[in-house]
């Protein structure tokens, strides 16, 4: 009885050993797969600004926390594409109000976290001038590497609806690739047809300095993100996303919206939560190291 009561055991120890062992690989186990984690639309931090006396630290936002979790259960990498303005009914407010208050927790995660530039505002605007583009990038940068850390300012970046002609291009110094469409129809930035098809099979290439890589699956309530995930898992370099609006809301958002609608929207993200953290794991569970591809 007592030999048997000890083998239970030992194989239960064994199960939890290998779940945990197999849930998120040591730091120092190193892949010849990697994969790019990213969010578009990111506004959580115009909402840090707006409800700053809400938290007294990062990751008592709860959006943050969640981010938190995938990288202390999967060892995820991530970047947020944000904005410089974010808008609040009638008025905006700038990337350059971040209070101080978090830079110590973002030093603290700046081995996980990278912030980039996505658009000056999360309204489309394809008559953007290059001065106000160029100034908005300069504003971002800047405003991440004072309320956070020069070093968490993201290089490899997707642009607000894979928007950018050679003017604009021109004036983001410092960007070393550019992601683009997941779907091969639409264009990216100022390839020709030609390179948006070789860059949609699969293909990088390299344009005036700066790489163009395909955006390979996008998270955004897709149902069968496993199955699409498990044919692209030979890939020995994958780019994932979701928005963050997909995750989480704005709660001032809230009193817009009837009963149904609020019911509609905590379902939806609950699900699109569950499908993010069900990515990646299976990530993490099939070899591929994060990376910000920098």
Sequence with gaps: MRRDLFIIVVVLMTSVLYSCSRGHRSENEKSNKVVHLSLDDVEVIGDLIRHQQDYDSLFQHPFMAFLKELHREHGVRITLYTYEYFGDGNSYTSIEDMPLKYKRDFRKVSEWLRIGFHSPRAKFDSLVTVAEFRDSYSHVNK???QFA??????FTLRLHYFFAPDSLLNALTGVRTLLCADDSSRSSYNLTPSEVKTVAKGERIKKDEISYRRTDLRIDDNFRVIRDLKRLETADTLVVFTHEWKLWH?????????VAGKIKVSIGEGVNRKLFKETVKRLNESGYDFSFLE
């Design 250 to 258: 704005r709660p001032e958002n809230d009193d817009r919206r009837s």
């Design 143 to 145: 405003a991440i590497a």
């Design 149 to 154: 850390d020069s070093s968490m300012v993201a």
